[in-house]
């Protein structure tokens, strides 16, 4: 008789982000959770992996100066959530909702029905794949070595030009090189997709979830134009 907890740790995609988002994830990430979910809707079972240290796997790994700036409350805060959650499943975070003792109010139920998991090491993992993608240039470096021992499918989802110096920072040129790596691109903007045009990269464009994102209160019949504020140009 098959072990029904090995049937449920198959995957037929994974996700892989740098770190849990503790307080607000970044647009990336809501991107990443809404595919995650979208996916899970449709009966492709899918999972997301956050890496705990994933400059572990990247040559000449700069520690970039927002990482230095970092004050010692929330260095205390990513302390604990490793101790609670390292290498194993983080989904009670989440789901009894402990990010809202940081004063965060982004809906994290989204991430209801995905499971979740907190590794350092490839060695932790414990998960059969199918598929992988990874989300950013430093995914990109533990994927490449997941996958020379695992031969699976992989792809990188490309959102924007990371190796942009404003972005990354001393390593645009480590995000830039993972961009030679042989994943299949996903790309979600005109941008991206004219840079890696030649190598004919899957295409789609992210809408507007108009049941999420919709006025609360009553306004004039002005029209707003809204924009996200980034530290980066």
Request: cysteine-free; charged content about 25%.
């Amino acid at each position: 008789m098959k072990d029904n907890k090995m049937k449920l740790n198959i995957y037929d995609v994974v996700f892989v982000l740098p770190r849990p988002s503790i307080t607000y994830p970044s647009g990336g990430y809501d991107i990443v959770y809404r595919l995650a979910k979208a996916l899970n809707k449709e009966g492709i079972r899918t999972s997301i992996i956050f890496l705990e240290k994933p400059e572990i796997y990247i040559e000449n790994y700069n520690v970039s100066q927002h990482v230095k700036n970092e004050n010692r409350w929330y260095r205390l805060i990513v302390y604990l959530f490793r101790l609670l959650f390292n290498v194993k499943r983080i989904d009670l975070f989440y789901k009894l909702r402990l990010y809202k003792l940081l004063g965060v109010d982004y809906n994290y139920s989204i991430l209801d029905d995905i499971d979740l998991y907190y590794y350092e090491t490839i060695e932790d993992v414990k998960i059969k794949i199918n598929i992988i993608i990874a989300t950013s240039w430093e995914t990109a470096y533990f994927v490449r070595e997941y996958v020379k021992k695992h031969k699976i499918e992989t792809l990188y989802l490309v959102q924007h030009s990371q190796d942009d110096v404003s972005f990354s920072g001393e390593n645009s040129n480590n995000a830039k090189f993972t961009y030679t790596f042989p994943f299949k691109k996903i790309v979600i903007n005109q941008k991206m997709y004219n840079r890696f045009k030649a190598e004919k990269p899957l295409f789609f464009h992210v809408g507007i979830d108009t049941q999420f994102f919709k006025k609360l209160t009553k306004t004039n019949d002005r029209e707003y134009i809204m924009f996200p504020l980034r530290i980066s140009e």
